[in-house]
């Protein structure tokens, strides 16, 4: 089982206490598959703040690594599976960014309807440190790209166009409250519409942060 939401992964240790003290059998799985998955997430972390106004990084761009055709991508998974990085000689470049899919090869065809791509970063500060959390990401897909959420929260409707594997758009994002980010693992989810055939998505960008207030303490919250 992969556990992709922070939420998700707090609720499977709190039920697993909940039956280990039960002394179910279920409690030893669903406490190692929430462990896992924040081991996996710890993975794709944000580098850590080590002076105030530096700016830190995390790449989003598909095809890290140098990831060979037909090999899964190293950060980003379809449907809760690997996505494969995929090419074919006619579809449109986008920087160094590669596509990936379900499929295996560019010309194996996919289920048409919604495909959901996710990728997790791994904060190990409050968001609160930072004076901005920016994302800025050009976005190819076949067919069409129609959202972009940050820990289930909406933060880009796409623009409704047909790319085809030949176009992209840009979407950038930022917020001085730094919603909806968390500490700990935070899941960036793209979904796009298939409408037959072969189908897959390309991104190039990151998410970049300033620490601005890393000596200064979170104020108290208010009931």
């Keep these: 089982m992969i556990i992709n939401n922070i939420d998700a992964v707090r609720g499977a240790l709190l039920a ?30 944000m580098p850590a703040c080590r002076e105030l106004n530096q700016v830190v990084s995390f790449n989003l761009r598909t095809g890290q690594q140098r990831a060979a055709v037909g090999t899964p991508d190293p950060i980003w998974s379809i449907n809760g599976s690997p996505a494969n990085t995929v090419a074919h000689p006619s579809w449109s470049d986008n920087g160094r960014a590669t596509w990936v899919s379900s499929a295996t090869q560019g010309r194996q065809s996919v289920a048409g309807g919604e495909h959901v791509y996710t990728a997790n970063i791994w ?30 929260t909406e933060v880009y409707t796409g623009d409704g166009g047909n790319h085809d594997f030949q176009s992209f758009e840009n979407f950038v994002h930022g917020d001085d409250a730094n919603w909806p980010w968390v500490r ?5 989810r793209v979904t796009i519409r298939n409408s037959g055939g072969p189908s ?14 890393c000596l200064t303490a979170r104020p108290p919250q208010s009931d």
């Design 184 to 188: 700990g693992c935070n899941e960036v």
């Design 123 to 152: 904060f190990d500060q409050d968001p609160y440190l930072y004076d901005f959390v920016r994302t800025n990401l050009t976005l190819g897909a076949d067919n069409t790209v129609v959202s972009v959420a940050v820990n289930g």
């Design 200 to 213: 897959g998505m390309s991104v190039r960008g990151a998410v970049r942060a300033r620490c601005s207030r």
């Design 16 to 45: 697993g206490f909940g039956l280990l003290a039960m002394g179910t059998p279920q409690a030893a799985a669903l406490v190692q598959d929430a462990t896992e998955s924040t081991r996996s997430c710890r993975q794709n972390a």
